[in-house]
């Protein structure tokens, strides 16, 4: 069983930065894709990145796609999500997400097998 445990939201003006983690206990296998949803009040939760178990691919959605960097640790079996130039947009709680089978734009909430607890960034414009 893989657990996660997601952290690292606040709240910070636009323009400004966040960096989100997301630790994962329990021996998370080493194929398995990584990678964050959001979910915007009243909203439902959306694809927002992930990164393949090698490290060496990463997928963003159209409206994080160059200010957000995802990147992973393996020694410590941490996910990070880099958050820049924030927008007011961004509001939203966080969840950290992690699947065996693969994570991209098309891939919807309900396909996901493990989720953290989310954690909540405010964007004040």
């Known amino acids: 069983q893989v657990q996660l445990v997601g952290s690292g939201g606040g709240l910070v003006q636009a323009g400004g930065s966040l960096r989100l983690s997301c630790a994962a206990s329990?021996?998370?296998?080493?194929?398995?894709?990584m990678g964050w949803f959001r979910q915007p009040p009243g909203k439902e939760r959306e694809f927002v990145a992930s990164?393949?178990?090698?490290?060496?691919?990463?997928t963003y959605s159209d409206a994080v796609k160059g200010r957000f960097t995802i990147f992973r640790d393996d020694a410590s079996n941490t996910v990070y999500l880099q958050m820049d130039s924030l927008k007011a947009e961004d509001t939203a709680v966080y969840y950290c997400?992690?699947?065996?089978?693969?994570?991209?734009?098309?891939?919807?909430?309900?396909?996901?097998?493990?989720w953290g607890q989310g954690t909540q960034v405010t964007v004040s414009s």
């Open positions: 997400a992690a699947d065996g089978s693969s994570m991209g734009r098309a891939t919807t909430a309900k396909e996901i097998v493990y």
């Open positions: 329990g021996s998370p296998p080493s194929n398995f894709f």
């Open positions: 990164i393949t178990g090698s490290g060496r691919t990463m």
